[in-house]
């Protein structure tokens, strides 16, 4: 298929090199040259070892922890690749942080996630491709086109392949019921939802209510992220008093800040399932996490990207989505 830029480049940030070799891994394409540091005042330097004029460029970054960082060093290397004249930037962004700073819900707060969006822009990316944002409505932030995929079908054929016998998925809170409904449909299993409501502006959570029937069930625990791990923890036990057989737990993001290790390792989830988008540090790995990559999934948008073909066609039931 023919492209309308001349070469693909694929650069990455500090954040998730791991992910950015893999996705180049599927692509067939060498990493691209660039060197991005810091100095001993903290300032962020970059620079592109390599001609970019015209060319099709994505720049890989996880705005995961350091988030400011990450963050820093994507506008860096956006400013850096636009004054090399790359023909055209896409900031491949497997996590978006800040996203539940997406809405003015009591007085006095910011709208974090838009001015992140307007940032990225500023700096001049002219495309985002980003996967499961916190809210689908931060795709409308940006007023340049947004690639939102999907890794839920990545955890629930991980799931399928395990062939629970009974299972339900429970939604950790109403927020998230589409997304745990998308899950609960692809495992082909009931929905049950838990309300959450938040005691303050902390990471501080209280579990309210159960809807839907648990008791007997292999319970398939499923949210967006896991932060500090209170709210699935939180949710694990309420399905867990509910008398269920067995407890899974699955996200897209796997932040596991803070508490969140030792709460899980206290926690009645035998197995966490979580993707690559953020990296899992040596001291978060425990025995009973289990990580999917997004590797192909971002490398097979990109190709289609850069090719002009359909990215929604990736995800109709029934096509084969991904090269060998
Ligand atoms: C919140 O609305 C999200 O869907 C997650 O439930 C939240 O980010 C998890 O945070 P934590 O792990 O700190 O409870």
């Given at each position: 298929?023919?492209?309308?830029?001349?070469?693909?480049?694929?650069?990455?940030?500090?954040?998730?090199?791991?992910?950015?070799?893999?996705?180049?891994?599927?692509?067939?394409?060498?990493?691209?040259?660039?060197?991005?540091?810091?100095?001993?005042?903290?300032?962020?330097?970059?620079?592109?070892?390599?001609?970019?004029?015209?060319?099709?460029?994505?720049?890989?970054?996880s705005?995961s922890?350091?988030?400011?960082?990450?963050?820093?060093?994507?506008?860096?290397?956006?400013?850096?690749?636009?004054?090399?004249?790359?023909?055209?930037?896409?900031?491949?962004?497997?996590y978006?942080?800040?996203?539940?700073?997406?809405?003015?819900?009591?007085?006095?707060?910011?709208?974090?996630?838009?001015?992140?969006?307007?940032?990225?822009?500023?700096?001049?990316?002219?495309?985002?491709?980003?996967?499961?944002?916190?809210?689908?409505?931060?795709?409308?932030?940006?007023?340049?086109?947004?690639?939102?995929?999907?890794?839920?079908?990545?955890?629930?054929?991980?799931?399928?392949?395990?062939?629970?016998?009974?299972?339900?998925?429970?939604?950790?809170?109403?927020?998230?019921?589409?997304?745990?409904?998308?899950?609960?449909?692809?495992?082909?299993?009931?929905?049950?939802?838990?309300?959450?409501?938040?005691?303050?502006?902390?990471?501080?959570?209280?579990?309210?209510?159960?809807?839907?029937?648990?008791?007997?069930?292999?319970?398939?625990?499923?949210?967006?992220?896991?932060?500090?791990?209170?709210?699935?923890?939180?949710?694990?036990?309420?399905?867990?008093?509910?008398?269920?057989?067995?407890?899974?737990?699955?996200?897209?993001h796997g932040i596991?800040?803070?508490?969140?290790?030792?709460?899980?390792?206290?926690?009645?989830?035998?197995?966490?399932?979580?993707?690559?988008s953020v990296p899992?540090?040596?001291?978060?790995?425990?025995?009973?996490?289990?990580?999917?990559?997004?590797?192909?999934?971002?490398?097979?948008?990109?190709?289609?990207?850069?090719?002009?073909?359909?990215?929604?066609?990736?995800?109709?039931?029934?096509?084969?989505?991904?090269?060998?």
């Open positions: 298929m023919p492209g309308f830029y001349n070469e693909i480049n694929v650069f990455t940030g500090n954040s998730n090199p791991k992910l950015a070799k893999d996705v180049c891994e599927y692509i067939n394409l060498p990493l691209g040259r660039a060197e991005i540091f810091e100095f001993s005042n903290e300032n962020i330097f970059c620079k592109i070892n390599e001609s970019v004029r015209e060319n099709d460029v994505f720049v890989i970054q705005l922890t350091p988030v400011n960082r990450s963050i820093m060093e994507l506008l860096i290397m956006i400013d850096a690749l636009k004054r090399a004249s790359a023909g055209r930037i896409t900031a491949v962004l497997p978006f942080a800040y996203g539940r700073t997406d809405k003015k819900d009591q007085p006095r707060v910011p709208i974090t996630s838009r001015l992140l969006a307007d940032m990225i822009t500023v700096a001049g990316a002219n495309r985002v491709l980003t996967v499961d944002l916190h809210a689908g409505q931060i795709e409308g932030f940006f007023n340049i086109p947004v690639d939102h995929l999907t890794a839920v079908h990545i955890l629930a054929d991980y799931f399928v392949a395990k062939q629970l016998t009974n299972p339900v998925v429970v939604s950790t809170d109403l927020g998230n019921a589409k997304r745990a409904r998308n899950f609960a449909e692809l495992l082909n299993c009931p929905l049950a939802l838990i309300e959450k409501r938040r005691t303050g502006n902390d990471d501080r959570t209280s579990v309210l209510n159960l809807i839907g029937t648990v008791k007997g069930h292999q319970a398939v625990l499923i949210d967006d992220e896991i932060d500090t791990g209170g709210s699935m923890v939180q949710a694990a036990q309420r399905v867990a008093d509910e008398g269920v057989t067995e407890i899974y737990a699955a996200c897209i596991l800040s803070g508490p969140a290790i030792e709460r899980l390792k206290k926690s009645p989830i035998q197995e966490l399932v979580i993707t690559d899992l540090t040596q001291a978060k790995q425990i025995p009973n996490i289990k990580v999917l990559t997004v590797a192909r999934l971002l490398g097979e948008c990109i190709m289609r990207v850069h090719a002009g073909a359909s990215v929604g066609a990736l995800f109709h039931p029934g096509s084969s989505n991904f090269s060998s």
